[in-house]
């Protein structure tokens, strides 16, 4: 076996491990998400995680790649639609000859798991209010419109990345993208009822389940890694052998950083460490890391996360303060961090990374040029009108067309009861620890008292059904 | 009007609420969730190396706000349907007369919305 | 270094690795059993995967792995028991002549999680009712029966390999047998205590936490990611470099079609959109494209998914109707749906791929031939056959001879504090948030109320115990 | 490309991926410290491994890796602080010489992960009564104290490596010298208020959570397969290819014997097959395979790992016994184990193994001598001394000066309102689950009732703020 | 003194409350969490295929112990404060006259640490 | 008989219990979990920038049915062992007469059943 083919097999191992990696933020999208929102809603904003990776798994599969990723121009990629079998063996040939050293078929999987991430972004600016269908259809919409730039700026051919726009894992693909359609959903679907008094100031509305969001930023941390890493999408970095490794490691320098600036500025900010603006302070500081992780060294990587942490407290708040109720911080952790990550790039950009990854030049700090600084912004600036203005098209045509929102009775009882049939903790609100049917069948079995059956439960369904 | 409150184990609450509506057509109750103590011994428990006695049990509080001539019926379907043929911890049922009974809806005395 | 010594190598890093991602499953599985459970049993049934998963790891080390992948005849390995340390680093040499390009010890370490799967499956249908010891015994037993059957079907030397039977990743080996032995426990045992009334109608007896359902399928995802693609066993397959890249493929849109055709099932024939149904659904589609995810194409793999999703819905009804109790519906998602999956890849095998795995020929759907599909068919009769009445025997001499099921009072008060001694949520049942003693001991603090000390708990275990 | 360098990339695949295995632990410490605490405390538990793991990245990264892996004495390394990014990417060269076969990036994020797993361990046993502060003042201290005893037992120049210590991946280093902190900190800290009666008597205070700490224990196990295997630092190790995969057998084997060990133990001792024991059994078997996961044969593996299981049970009654307050069974698990699987290395280690690792000699079961015991107690001995010794010495001087426990109101409380102004599970102690809000908007909708404003919050803090 | 008991929805558990207070000023409520059935129809439930009815809504258990003379108003405010405007489920209000009315930390009636 | 209610802090539901027990030999008792608010000032909760009072303590709400003639002495011991020596938060007792107290299990007074 020759040794370029071995190099091939490494670069799969490694490409599909990490894209396993970022597939399981899913659950700590679920997890984050079903922390900071409450116990009514807890079984349909997890489970909701399911669904939308589904969705955004089969449409990436039929169109999504092929748009992103398949040969084609500067826009948009012209081919790779419903990929067959060869064309995922093939390796660097068409239609995905952009993926030069790993097959057709990792270069999918580690790409759709991105997909994933930005659309599980979207829903958490959205929770506790969207109709459910509307799952359906914005995802399968927002999964075409994110192709669409990520062929911009990832694609050897697109137009940003021409202009070397600098995005290593996806601050503004991913993350930017994900929170201005967060943010077109939160100004469409309006707050949650009770989240701003008549005075129209906020009222807190605590998520159930801190060690849930814990959990779910430990699992997000976690999958960073092979969210950043992975982005190498090969063993051998230009002039770099294992170049991925130092990826993770200003991945991992900028989160702890952005913990404890995120508690920190928690701490003098609000007067109290508190946990879910900590925990928002990692996610801010890996969102920013995204662009960067690959562009910078561990010092700058340590400032970008730290800055990003207290970024997260102040944009919460101020996000609040106009009067968007954001359940989760999307447009905070995910937006504004992302925002500051693209530029902190253009300033932290190490001329010598740059140019081994063949990737833009370096940042103003090294080189006292703004060129790249410049680059990054316009990629915000043209991003930010695309994706927001599609967005916000497409769901106030779906609102006013169908209505996007739930009615009130169905918020107020909760989304788990009311849309799918059942409370997400059933034991807080059934007395009935043993099941509905355990009195009318155990009082069998002892000496115990006798009465007429309950009346037939409203299950004609299933005989059709079976 | 009569307040009934009844102790029962949480497994009987539906038996106890059914018997209640098809022996005496009374219909309203509230339901909390209580743990007791009483004749009926605890639990041991152990927890890493401790063995322990906890007192306590699950069991559920019903309060049904009943006419006052419907106490007896009402009392008399709770017992039997409470009675689960175990050694012990079937609970107790007091009573208690209620003024001002008031519907928070109709502002009206419940017994008038009962009628309604 | 040799090359062939670093394919080695690489194939190791791959193996192991997918490996630990299927060990992780069993988190999921606990998870997802003990969301779908109650919660007085909670402790219990996510406690009892800690415990199987050891059982099933120390039998397999001793005898488990020699029976199936050994040297020996076409009916059973006949070397390998105790394995030395040498025999575990050693590679394609005798007892495990079976793995030419992997030591020994990676062979064991990813035939052994397989083995944890197949064992998590059998409890799910016999959740909240069984004695505790029956894990041991019978934990053990089905280990050692696994063991058969995957050597028949997987290692070289095997009758059902010889044959052809086509079954990648385990559709058959793993799931169905699960199921079958989970099937012959839930008879055996009953149903619990007033799943159904007395006039015969199932009553609902819901699980206490959709969120760790949620948890569970989403780490049963990202373990299957090991689960299957592992199973090329090495980083280059026949002809192709990286095609567990394309199993990762197959299997994820069949996972995603499955969260489609699941929740679209449960809407149409529930008139819900049950989120426990969409999780089945997922899991569903994952056991169906086990057999498959090496020899179809994406496309089918899409169908088998969306397929799988439905048999769920419709299975777990049917279960219930005929009057079985499978709390967690392990019939209907590993059996049925894993039949489904080993028929399907005697449907949509292309020729090529199965040429390339030189395992059996290509499905109906391409050749026209129903010679694999009939194949397929006489590996899920004998397996079924074998697997179940031994599984039934088995634990039909057990019930009569001690007994498996727990007593009433033990099932009505719930296994965690009847047979472990502690509720799964202790605050919910005892009103002390300080801890039983806070009281006999802070009051001291303050210039409380002083009283006889609290009698001395029956705890004359513990002098002897230190 | 050279083979020699792509061995180097596939040693750097391998090394990531394991480390990437270890971070996850914080989530396994995370739930397992969250499940076996109380309610009132539970995101303080769980939040303050997503703190401590930043504060160790942060000082790992300046001063710890250069401490413990930088060029120097025997005694402590004198270079590699505040490394650079060609430090990082430079491989076998000064000031990380010490790794040869992987890029000093990868070396930093395999080794910080250890240090977070020390560091956690460290506060299993000063749960539910330490000042905030005291994470990140001992946090720091204790994480330059980890990296100077990792010097002298895995640097190659280290005083006790050079004596032949066989330490494979740290029951010492990580696990032993983790419960010597948490021994001082129980010791100064006192009980938890009520967990010692006026008699004396221990008070049981069961955690919350079951469930939790089976998911936690889950998660150790499955990252444990990047803790030993990982410590490999490469895929050929002397003579062994994939060496690693059995590693991770006798890891595996280890914690499985250690599960039935706890769970025999327990129902033995206790009278009780304790949940919680059983976990603890998995985790001491999984501590004391660590140091001789490369070194033992299979079944010695088993041995230490069942003798470890029934070492946690009786461990954690003794400790107990002896008045100190440790809720996690720290002290028990990872410092009794530690020890148990450190001197057990010098018991069962083959000789074969120990020269193929070019470390030590075999134990005194193979050779009959007991030198190799001898190494390994003096190593106990000396690193006893000096953690102990400096951690005592530290938590004593800051609970002089600022002291390091809560106030006793702030404990009743509970950390998470107290400390961090909300509770971990809000709606188990607020009456609104549509959030404080809710009424005073949602009745505006509906002809309901009017009343004046509620007054206005002490959010004065806000406008500056923003 | 009297005990009012209300059972109202939990969302506006806050504002009966305030209305009391604002209303009557009197201060000291015990909150409970509770379900409840009344004229109210329940929930229907669909779990795995079975479809079913809850007669249960989540509801609050609110006991006030208030000077007799407050009683009217107290009672009047609660009303007032606890009907949403939808159409079902506003709960309903009674009373009793209670006795020893003690107030532990002070051991002392509970009446004169009010006026304390 | 005689319903003695009392609200005390949850750490001190075993120690009230106990000195019921061992000051008046009654036994029974039922527990639910309360929240309360009072002369006690409330927490000051902070959530995501949100600074704001919480009015609401963790509280135990206690329900005794004793002989009449205990009454006195179970108020007593109850309000002795409630006291915290804290500045706040105890909470306070208030006993109702009660009629028709029945047995579940055997269907008797439950007066007769204590004899028993
Ligand atoms: N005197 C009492 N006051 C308040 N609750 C009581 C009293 N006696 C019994 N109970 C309640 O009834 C439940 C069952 O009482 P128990 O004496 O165990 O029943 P049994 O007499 O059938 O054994 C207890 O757990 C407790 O909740
Ligand atoms: N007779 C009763 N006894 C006890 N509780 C009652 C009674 N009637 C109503 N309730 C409580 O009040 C709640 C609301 O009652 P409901 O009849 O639904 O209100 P509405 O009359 O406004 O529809 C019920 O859920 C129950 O908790
Ligand atoms: N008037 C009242 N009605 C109902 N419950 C009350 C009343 N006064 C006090 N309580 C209950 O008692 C608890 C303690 O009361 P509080 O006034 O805080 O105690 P203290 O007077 O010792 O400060 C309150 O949280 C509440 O649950």
Redesign the interface.
């Known amino acids: 076996?020759k040794?370029?083919?071995?190099?091939?097999?490494?670069?799969?191992?490694?490409?599909?491990?990490a894209?396993?990696?970022v597939?399981?933020m899913?659950?700590g999208f679920?997890?984050l998400e079903?922390g900071l929102t409450?116990?009514?809603n807890?079984?349909?904003i997890?489970?909701k995680?399911?669904?939308i990776?589904?969705?955004?798994?089969?449409v990436y599969?039929a169109v999504g790649f092929g748009i992103a990723f398949g040969d084609g121009n500067s826009i948009v990629g012209t081919s790779g639609f419903?990929?067959?079998?060869d064309e995922?063996?093939s390796?660097g040939a068409a239609p995905f000859s952009f993926f030069a050293s790993?097959?057709g078929?990792?270069g999918?999987?580690f790409e759709?798991v991105f997909a994933g991430v930005s659309l599980a972004i979207v829903w958490g600016a959205m929770a506790e209010r969207a109709k459910?269908w509307v799952y359906f259809a914005f995802g399968t919409f927002f999964t075409v419109l994110y192709s669409v730039v990520s062929h911009w700026i990832w694609h050897a051919g697109g137009w940003l990345f021409s202009l070397g726009m600098q995005d290593f894992a996806g601050s503004t693909v991913v993350h930017y993208q994900g929170a201005l359609a967060a943010l077109a959903g939160a100004l469409l679907l309006g707050p949650?009822?009770?989240?701003?008094?008549?005075?129209g100031?906020?009222?807190?509305?605590?998520?159930?389940?801190?060690?849930?969001a814990?959990?779910g930023?430990?699992?997000l941390?976690?999958g960073w890694?092979?969210f950043n890493?992975g982005s190498t999408l090969g063993?051998?970095t230009g002039e770099?052998?294992?170049?991925?490794?130092?990826v993770?490691?200003t991945t991992?320098?900028a989160?702890?950083?952005?913990?404890?600036g995120g508690?920190a500025a928690a701490w003098l900010?609000?007067?109290?460490?508190?946990?879910?603006?900590?925990?928002n302070g990692?996610i801010a500081a890996l969102v920013a890391i995204t662009a960067a992780s690959g562009f910078v060294?561990?010092?700058a990587a340590?400032v970008i996360g730290a800055v990003a942490g207290s970024i997260a407290?102040?944009g919460?708040?101020?996000v609040?303060?106009i009067g968007i109720d954001d359940p989760i911080?999307a447009v905070a952790v995910h937006g504004m961090a992302g925002v500051w990550g693209t530029l902190a790039t253009g300033l932290f950009a190490?001329p010598?990374?740059a140019a081994n990854l063949a990737t833009g030049s370096g940042g103003l700090f090294y080189t006292g040029s703004f060129h790249q600084l410049g680059v990054q912004a316009l990629g915000l600036v043209t991003v930010g009108a695309f994706t927001f203005s599609l967005s916000f098209g497409a769901l106030w045509t779906m609102k006013r067309l169908w209505g996007i929102r739930v009615e009130?009775?169905v918020e107020?009882?909760?989304l788990?009861?009311a849309?799918?049939?059942?409370?997400?903790?059933?034991?807080f609100?059934?007395?009935?620890?043993?099941?509905?049917?355990?009195?009318?069948?155990?009082?069998?079995?002892?000496?115990?008292?006798r009465?007429?059956?309950?009346?037939?439960?409203?299950?004609e369904?299933?005989p059709?059904?079976? | 009007m009569t307040k009934v409150e009844a102790v029962v184990i949480r497994e009987r609450v539906e038996t106890v609420i059914d018997a209640v509506e098809a022996e005496t057509g009374h219909v309203g109750v509230t339901v909390v969730e209580a743990i007791g103590h009483g004749r009926q011994r605890g639990v041991t428990h152990e927890y890493r190396g401790r063995v322990f006695e906890s007192r306590f049990l699950p069991k559920a509080l019903l309060t049904f706000i009943v006419e006052d001539a419907l106490v007896r019926p009402v009392v008399a379907a709770i017992a039997d349907a409470a009675r689960s043929g175990h050694e012990s911890g079937d609970g107790i049922i007091w009573t208690t007369r209620v003024e001002n009974v008031t519907h928070n809806r109709t502002g009206l005395p419940l017994a008038e919305v009962e009628v309604a």
């Not at chain 1, 100031?201 to 849930?212: F, T, V």
């Not at chain 1, 770099?240 to 130092?246: L, Q, S, V, W």
């Not at chain 1, 849309?419 to 034991?427: A, I, K, L, R, T």
Request: overall charge negative; hydrophobic content about 50%; aromatic content about 12%.
């Open positions: 076996m040794t370029a083919d071995l190099i091939i097999a490494v670069n799969t191992v490694w490409v599909v491990l894209a396993v990696l597939m399981f899913q659950a679920a997890f079903a409450r116990m009514k807890a079984a349909h997890a489970g995680n399911v669904l990776f589904g969705v955004c798994s089969i599969w419903f990929p067959s079998t995922f063996l390796i790993i097959p078929a990792a999918y999987l759709v459910l949650r009822i009770g989240k701003f008094g008549h005075d100031r906020a009222n807190p509305i605590p998520g159930h389940n801190m060690p849930y814990v959990l930023t430990l699992i941390w976690f890694f092979g890493p063993v051998v770099n052998i294992g170049y991925f490794a130092y993770a490691l991992n320098v989160a702890a950083a952005g913990a404890l508690i900010v609000l007067r109290k460490p508190d946990v879910s603006m900590m925990l990692v060294a561990p010092w340590v407290v102040v919460v708040l101020w609040e303060r911080g190490v010598a990374l009130e009775h107020t009882a909760g788990d009861v849309e799918h049939g059942m409370w997400g903790y059933p034991e609100y059934i007395p009935v620890p043993g099941g509905y049917g355990t009195e009318s069948h155990s009082h069998l079995l002892g000496p115990g008292h009465h007429e059956p309950v009346p037939e439960p409203v299950s369904a299933q059709e059904a079976a």
